[in-house]
């Protein structure tokens, strides 16, 4: 069975201050790990993934299959990344969705 | 382009009427899914397609129904609403599911 768990429903940061949002996933064979988000009155769109391994948005995602997560980080948070962010497994013919993190940015 | 279209973006039912949830995209995506968003519960997978004439249950697809008839419809039915259905539903689509998926803005359902 496929699973993505987001252990942290609510995450609050300063502006400046580093980001970490968690993600750990559990499926027998090879995944492919996404992070989706959600901005305010705005469609859900790709994020970024495992496969690209580039940067987007000044964030970054490392897939850790020893420890089946799939974190997302970024340095240096700014206002406009509050967001809504889940994390996404495509498996066989499925992609199945996280819980989600709510992202807050304080001034 | 229009890509992801669902109709309509809001809707109230009363319990145990039936409606369907349209979803049309315009980019020949061969993989479709529907999903339900509700809070500290994410997106849950109902429904999915991988093609015209296939469809597959997802993780919560009790009360619902799909069909795909054509590459560019997935329409998702609810027989006999129910209060447990109020939700946000999104309607998705891509090449298949191990590639970018492209959603639609979302139906916003309340079941009274």
Request: glycine share 8%; with cysteine.
């Amino acid at each position: 069975a496929q699973r993505v768990t987001q252990p942290e429903k609510l995450l609050s940061v300063f502006k400046g201050a580093p980001v970490e949002l968690k993600c750990n996933y559990s499926y027998s064979g090879s995944p492919e790990l996404f992070w989706y988000v959600q901005y305010s009155r705005q469609r859900l769109q790709l994020l970024l993934r495992h496969i690209s391994r580039e940067s987007i948005k000044g964030f970054t995602a490392d897939l850790n299959k020893g420890e089946t997560s799939f974190h997302l980080k970024k340095p240096f948070a700014q206002e406009e990344d509050s967001a809504m962010y889940y994390c996404a497994l495509a498996g066989a013919q499925k992609l199945v969705f996280g819980q989600g993190t709510r992202l807050t940015i304080n001034p | 382009n229009a890509g992801v279209t669902q109709t309509p973006k809001f809707q109230v039912l009363k319990t145990g009427q039936s409606m369907t949830l349209q979803c049309a995209q315009d980019m020949n995506h061969e993989y479709m899914s529907w999903y339900r968003q509700d809070p500290g519960m994410g997106l849950r997978l109902i429904h999915y397609s991988v093609g015209a004439g296939i469809t597959d249950q997802g993780e919560v697809p009790n009360g619902y129904n799909v069909s795909r008839s054509t590459t560019e419809d997935f329409p998702l039915r609810l027989l006999s609403a129910a209060p447990s259905q109020t939700s946000v539903y999104f309607c998705a689509s891509s090449y298949s599911s191990h590639r970018e998926a492209f959603f639609g803005q979302g139906t916003r359902l309340t079941v009274v």
